[in-house]
């Protein structure tokens, strides 16, 4: 069976962010917190509804496509299709899209620190220049069941880390990153 991402993200204030860290190293103490430095270029096509990622991280690049839901308490399910390529592949990548009529419609960096154990994955970024947040991922099996552990583990994770849930955003970064233009 496939696996299904499960996610929230919340606003951080930047003068909190040593505070939380500390508090994510405590629940976790074993691991430490790797730099992360991801751009992503993002094109649409007139015929499909779903858009093409191309992310940019670690010399690798990561051709990716997602059908996304994002439920009332502001909880995101993703199920992607990924494609990983190396770096020097970029120039031909992007001619293959233009190729099928996909055209650029935005870009995304994200700057922080990232934590990853086993499915989960806690990332502190900065996103320009919407400012900064906590994103929170679990990889989960796609069954009603698995999907409903991993929100309940995220909601967990959140009250243990102290976070206000007022602070969870809803709406997509494309949607926050479009408003700002």
Do not use: A, C
Request: charged share 30%; net charge negative; aromatic share 8%.
């Amino acid at each position: 069976m496939s696996q299904l991402e499960v996610e929230v993200k919340l606003h951080l204030n930047e003068q909190d962010i040593p505070l939380l860290k500390q508090s994510i190293l405590s629940l976790y103490p074993l691991h430490t917190f790797e730099r992360v430095d991801k751009h992503d270029l993002y094109f649409v096509h007139p015929q499909y509804p779903s858009k093409v990622r191309l992310r940019i991280e670690k010399e690798m690049l990561h051709l990716t496509t997602k059908q996304k839901s994002i439920d009332e308490q502001g909880f995101e399910s993703n199920n992607e299709i990924e494609l990983p390529l190396e770096v020097d592949k970029q120039q031909k990548t992007l001619l293959f899209l233009s190729s099928l009529g996909y055209s650029y419609d935005y870009e995304k960096t994200k700057v922080g620190f990232g934590l990853h154990i086993k499915e989960l994955t806690i990332e502190i970024v900065e996103v320009g220049p919407l400012g900064w947040f906590l994103e929170i991922e679990i990889l989960s099996e796609k069954d009603e069941s698995s999907v409903t552990q991993s929100k309940n583990r995220l909601d967990e994770l959140l009250t243990l880390l102290h976070l206000d849930k007022k602070s969870i955003e809803q709406r997509p970064y494309e949607q926050l990153l479009k408003e700002r233009v």
